[in-house]
């Protein structure tokens, strides 16, 4: 299957000259509606969020942009606006330029171990759906511990512990942990339904917007989740 989440570019902003925080722009040529995103990873954290093409071109991020070598979006923003439609992501991803490739994620600090019995620790949270152990052990995840736990994570098990998945991995945008959020749209629980709306457009932002008195609003969850559910022209 092709991918349908491309690096665009990695890097850092000048001032950050401990290189601590690293900045990503990807394109998704399955979300048209939000086709650019913009992340950063400070050690095993990492956050992010989806955007149009002129929303992530808007003067705030253009150092990102910049650090990451993508500034050649700008231009593609203005093409946009002077066009009066809006792009593809294909039509995007057409217009980045030869030179302009992608290189890989910049090295910066050394890769950070985790605790000793991170790992163990996880699995039996996980199966007991001890979600106030969970919730602490969301912050020892590092990249490695991400992907063996996604490596792990079988559709077959139960709602109950593919939701404590969910739980422990709902600030992660690796690519591994996309089938996880895949299967949680279809979650009978709410949470995990609103975790994966983020997750699998790397829009963070839409968990607040889908608070009703602080709790979850479940009309809202499950339009989002129709939106992401239906299929592609």
């Known amino acids: ?3 349908t989440t491309l690096a ?24 048209p509606a939000t086709p650019i995103s ?5 050690g095993p954290q990492s956050i992010g969020n989806g955007f149009t093409l002129r929303q992530a071109t808007e ?8 650090a990451c070598g993508c500034e050649w979006l700008l231009l593609v923003a203005t093409e946009e606006r002077l066009r009066g439609r809006v792009f593809t992501p294909e ?21 950070k171990e985790p605790p000793a019995g991170a790992l163990e620790r996880i699995r039996q949270a996980l199966a007991a759906q001890d979600f106030e152990a969970i919730e602490g052990l969301r912050d020892v995840l590092t990249p490695g511990l991400v992907a063996q736990i ?3 994570w079988r559709s077959e098990l139960s709602w109950g512990v593919k939701d404590a998945y969910a739980a422990l991995l709902m600030d992660q945008t690796d690519p591994c942990v996309r089938p996880i959020f895949q299967d949680a749209l279809r979650s009978p629980t709410v949470e995990s339904r609103a975790y994966a709306v983020c997750v699998l457009t790397q829009d963070f932002s839409r968990f607040d917007a889908m608070l009703v008195r602080g709790g979850l609003d479940e009309a809202q969850v499950n339009a989002q989740v129709a939106a992401l559910s239906s ?3």
């Open 1 to 3: 299957m092709p991918a």
């Open 8 to 31: 665009l570019g990695f890097g850092h902003l000048p001032q950050d000259r401990a290189k601590t925080t690293l900045l990503d722009v990807h394109l998704h040529l399955d979300h």
């Open 38 to 42: 913009l992340g950063e990873r400070s």
């Open 59 to 66: 003067s705030r991020w253009e150092p990102h942009l910049r």
């Open 91 to 111: 039509e995007i991803l057409a217009r980045r330029p030869a030179s302009a490739p992608v290189s890989p994620p910049p090295a910066s600090s050394p890769v």
């Open 150 to 152: 996604a490596a792990e």
């Open 231 to 233: 299929p592609k022209p």
